[in-house]
């Protein structure tokens, strides 16, 4: 059996610049960054602050959103609605779509929430467990609201989850298992003690006086990332399915694969060797070049190891010795979005082969010397028509997958 064409119909975006796609994606292109002060309120909610706080804590949070069932599951609920409207599916369509949606932990200022319940006398509005303690709990909700019957899945990645769902979403229609996917990733990591735990492993960056500043993806002076929160949703749709019907075509998925760095649980081989093969195997699979890719969305942690293996692997798949590639990351502007990082990331890509623009490299100054990659400060107009991306998790997740611009 030929495999099923591919596309994107729909995209939905939730980011600490927005609610929606077209504030999120306008805070992209400004190059501005959405890092700050933050402090927690009483019931653990994130709270932005215009003086430091005792601890110094930072990140890049989403603005005035209903807390519901938890933040996740709010941001997930808010981009899925807006995806859904773009790619025009009714409810018939709609059941007969399945729903691939991902996190990389379960909603920790719930879980907290549920905890406190626990020890207290008075009676309490009742809380579900299973909506606090299951990762699959944003899928099962999505599912559930918008009445999707055509399977339930939820992959779990670490950072690599949101590439992750998509890349399975996309085999559920190459292989015949449905028409339509809604897909995507969310995750809340706006907490003390995740924050405290990322700070104890030295994966966060120094904030300094200027919070906003202290994430430099590929810098020579890089020193760790800022934490952020979001959601994206894309509707994937086998591509004669999308057409018979009219639907709106904005990217042609190509293809996706998965692969895994055994170097350690929070390590990864600083020669990107693992990283470099799931790219190679990739464009083999699919009868492409390494020069038919025009950019590269990265993942981008601003980390020593991280952006170290990225570049060698990308250097070493893509033979770039000589003329760098044209690359963004956007950690610097929204911070890392953990288990909906590589979400947003392929959300912003396919914005950019849509609209011809990459979007700036916020905090980015000045790449060593060896850097297989070009980044800019501005907008980099295209036109963009092939796309690489690609998302490194702890526990040594490894994802990559390849856009294409629909032709006219």
Known sequence: MIPRRVVVTGLGLVTPFGRNRDDSWQGLLAGQSAIGWL??????????????????TFGAMVPEITTGPGRQIAFACTAAAEAIEQACLTRPLLQETACVFGTSKIDMQQFDRWSQALGETEPCAPIDPWTILSAGSIARHLAAEFECQAGILSPVAACATGLASLIRAAELIRCGDCSVVLAGSSDAALHPGLLASYRRLGVLARPGTQPEQCCRPFDRQRQGFAVGEGAAALVLEDREHAERRGAPLLAEWIDGGLASDPSGLTLIDPAGTTLAECVRRLLRRNDLSPESIAAVSLHGTATRLNDQAENAALRTALARNQRRLPGFGLKGGIGHLMGAAGAVEIAAAI??????????????????????????????????????????????????????????
Do not use: N, Y
């Not at 402090?39 to 110094?56: I, K, V, Y």
């Not at 297989?372 to 690609?390: H, N, Q």
């Open 351 to 408: 914005l950019a082969l849509q609209q011809g623009v990459l979007p700036p490299t916020v905090s980015h100054q000045q790449a060593e010397e060896d850097c297989a990659l070009e980044f800019s400060s501005t907008p980099r107009p295209g036109p963009w028509d092939r796309m690489l991306k690609v998302s490194l998790g702890f526990g040594g997740h490894v994802a990559a997958a390849v856009l294409g611009r629909i032709q006219p």
């Open 39 to 56: 402090d927690f309120d009483a019931s653990g909610q994130p709270q932005r602050t215009e003086h430091p706080p005792r601890l110094q």
